[in-house]
């Protein structure tokens, strides 16, 4: 199964090659759309014409790029896309990534999640400090994405139940803003009001 994913201004196709232990990802990237597309059929038919993929050894990888391409890309905003390709691609697809769909357990999940939280290590971001650890935050930014995935894992019939259900959460507090008060907010219509008769 090749999955289209953009990244940046060009697309990238993403699918695999060899058998067992010499199977790999690749990535035809720097494409354009119509070109990825054109790509991606054809490796498409390359695969109908000589192998049969069996769902039972579809990867959570597999799996996930292509939920990106029939599920992600219809149903979130830009942002959001973005945001959680960045997530699967940087906590995901490192750990989770060659595990077989079908091996995925409530254990599994519970042990990745506390992997993430003692022992690996946080993408960096630009004009950010270093962090030492992943925050619980992003934990559950992750388990947001990963639940909706695997409950369309199950609704398209790949697995019979979605682990991240029942998995256990790091404990994490949001923080709440405190509203302005009414003369905060006024404060902040008259400093608008004057900044625009300025610009104008």
């Given at each position: 199964?090749?999955?289209?994913?953009?990244?940046?201004?060009?697309?990238?196709?993403?699918?695999?090659?060899?058998?067992g232990k010499?199977?790999?990802?690749?990535?035809?990237?720097?494409?354009?759309?119509?070109?990825?597309?054109?790509?991606?059929?054809?490796?498409?038919?390359?695969?109908?014409?000589?192998?049969?993929?069996?769902?039972?050894?579809?990867?959570?990888?597999?799996?996930?790029?292509?939920?990106?391409?029939?599920?992600?890309?219809?149903?979130?905003?830009?942002?959001?896309?973005?945001?959680?390709?960045?997530?699967?691609?940087?906590?995901?697809?490192?750990?989770?990534?060659?595990?077989?769909?079908?091996?995925?357990?409530?254990?599994?999940?519970?042990?990745?999640?506390?992997?993430?939280?003692?022992?690996?290590?946080?993408?960096?971001?630009?004009?950010?400090?270093?962090r030492q650890?992943?925050?619980?935050?992003?934990?559950?930014?992750?388990?947001?994405?990963?639940?909706?995935?695997?409950?369309?894992?199950?609704?398209?019939?790949?697995?019979?139940?979605?682990?991240?259900?029942?998995?256990?959460?790091?404990?994490?507090?949001?923080?709440?803003?405190?509203?302005?008060?009414?003369?905060?907010?006024?404060?902040?219509?008259?400093?608008?009001?004057?900044?625009?008769?300025?610009?104008?």
């Amino acid at each position: 199964m090749a999955s289209i994913v953009k990244r940046g201004k060009t697309y990238s196709v993403v699918h695999y090659e060899g058998e067992g232990k010499n199977r790999h990802q690749v990535w035809d990237s720097g494409l354009s759309y119509t070109a990825a597309k054109a790509r991606k059929a054809q490796l498409e038919l390359d695969q109908a014409n000589n192998v049969h993929i069996d769902r039972n050894d579809l990867t959570v990888s597999e799996f996930l790029y292509e939920f990106l391409e029939k599920y992600g890309e219809r149903r979130w905003v830009a942002s959001t896309y973005d945001g959680n390709v960045g997530l699967l691609e940087n906590y995901v697809h490192p750990y989770l990534g060659d595990k077989l769909l079908r091996s995925i357990r409530v254990e599994t999940v519970d042990d990745y999640y506390h992997f993430l939280l003692t022992e690996a290590e946080p993408a960096t971001n630009m004009g950010k400090p270093r962090r030492q650890r992943i925050t619980a935050s992003t934990i559950h930014d992750i388990h947001k994405v990963l639940r909706c995935a695997f409950n369309q894992v199950r609704r398209w019939e790949y697995i019979a139940k979605n682990p991240f259900l029942d998995a256990t959460l790091p404990e994490h507090k949001e923080k709440h803003r405190a509203a302005l008060t009414p003369e905060q907010l006024f404060k902040v219509l008259e400093f608008t009001a004057l900044a625009i008769t300025t610009a104008i």
